[in-house]
C-alpha cells in the first residue's frame, strides 16, 4: 500500500519540530510500523528538524524548514530540508563520549545528532544543493518489509 506524500513547512524555531512528529507518528501508526520503530523515528526526525533549524537555518525564524513524508514499499520516507547554503560535511564521525563529557559544563557539546539519526532508522541519506539547502531523508522500514528481504 501507498500513501500520499504530505509536505509542511515550519519556522526554524524550536518547538515546532514536535508538529511534524506528531504528524508523522500518526502515518506511521496507520500503516503498521511497529511502537519502538515509531518511536525511533520520532527522535531521529526531531534530531534532522533540529539540524536544519541550528546549522542550516542559523534559527533564523524566517528561513523555513520544509518537511516531506510518505509511505512507500513498506517504508517510511521523511525528508527534511533546510533553506541554509547546502553546505554538506563529509567528515561525519562518532561522537567522543570522554571528549563530550569533560566539556560538559564549560562549553557547548554537539555533534550527536547525526549519529543518533543513523543508529534509529534504517537509512539516512544527506544531500546538499549549493545556495538550495541540504537534505536529510531518512527511511524507515515497517517489519513485513523487513522479513520480505
Not at 527522535?43 to 536544519?52: D, G, K, L, S, Y
Not at 539547502?133 to 518489509?145: D, F, H, P, V
Request: proline share 3%; glycine share 8%.
Amino acid at each position: 500500500m501507498e500513501a500520499g506524500k504530505v509536505t509542511t513547512s515550519i519556522p526554524s524555531i524550536e518547538g515546532y519540530e514536535e508538529i511534524v512528529v506528531e504528524s508523522i507518528a500518526t502515518m506511521a501508526r496507520l500503516f503498521g510500523v511497529s511502537a519502538k520503530k515509531i518511536n525511533n523515528l520520532r527522535v531521529a526526525v526531531n534530531e534532522a528538524c533540529i539540524n536544519a533549524m541550528e546549522h542550516g537555518n542559523d534559527y533564523d525564524p524566517n528561513k523555513p524548514i520544509t518537511v516531506s513524508y510518505s509511505y512507500q514499499d513498506g517504508e517510511m520516507i521523511v525528508s527534511v530540508k533546510d533553506a541554509g547554503s547546502g553546505e554538506v560535511h563529509s567528515d561525519f564521525q562518532r561522537p567522543d563520549v570522554e571528549e563530550q563529557v569533560k566539556k560538559f559544563k564549560t562549553e557547548r557539546i554537539g555533534g550527536w545528532g547525526l549519529f543518533l539519526m543513523k543508529s534509529l532508522v534504517d537509512e539516512v541519506d544527506i544531500v546538499g544543493s549549493d545556495g538550495q539547502g541540504t537534505t536529510a531523508t531518512l527511511k524507515i522500514a515497517t517489519e513485513s518489509q523487513l522479513m520480505d528481504n
